[in-house]
């Protein structure tokens, strides 16, 4: 096996622990502040104080802080998703770059250039195309608007155009096993494709 192919291979192990580690530590740490603003709030509700204005806005602090939680943890979801698409995108370059010294570099993140130059293989048919191909259109509407975008719904069930992102801490659950399977799907293709013209 050359070092070409060895560092190729070395590709197909595509790693997304530190995207998991960074989305399970805020996680964890949302859920336990969580408990904790939720512990307070309960022991404040039972408190008499002489004045009720600060009693009813210590209250409304505890709540404000209880909503900020989950709109931290929405937006972690969000930044995984993108590390998650970024990666893919980075790791597919490299891959292409690597394996075809002859294509422009520059145009490496277009996917539509590299469906048009790899003629050996349809690169949305290998496995895991699919759900590499839905967390890019994800990643363009939480970049663009926060919303479903036109492509999104239309290519995949269960999205409504127009509708806020929800729920992206499932999706990524969902879809993160399929970038592994979407780079090692690369790596076998090309792989293949080397071996048959050698």
Not at 33 to 52: C, F, L, N, P
Not at 99 to 109: A, D, M, R, V
């Amino acid at each position: 096996m050359d070092f070409k192919t060895l560092m190729l291979n070395w590709e197909r192990r595509f790693d997304r622990e530190v995207i998991d580690r960074f989305r399970d530590g805020l996680l964890a740490y949302a859920n336990d502040r969580e408990k904790e603003v939720g512990a307070e709030y309960a022991k404040e509700e039972q408190v008499k104080r002489e004045d009720e204005f600060e009693h009813q806005s210590y209250l409304t602090f505890l709540e404000d802080e209880a909503s900020f939680l989950g709109e931290i943890i929405a937006l972690g979801d969000e930044l995984a998703i993108i590390a998650l698409y970024k990666k893919i995108e980075l790791t597919r370059k490299r891959i292409l770059k690597r394996s075809f010294p002859s294509l422009n570099e520059k145009k490496l993140s277009d996917f539509d250039y590299i469906k048009g130059t790899l003629l050996f293989f349809d690169i949305d048919q290998i496995d895991g195309a699919s759900g590499a191909d839905e967390l890019r259109l994800i990643n363009n509407s939480i970049k663009h608007q926060g919303k479903v975008s036109r492509p999104l719904a239309a290519k995949y069930q269960g999205w409504v155009e127009g509708e806020e992102l929800r729920e992206l801490g499932k999706v990524y659950k969902r879809l993160a096993p399929e970038s592994e399977k979407y780079i090692a799907s690369l790596v076998d293709a090309i792989n293949a494709h080397h071996t048959n013209i050698t």
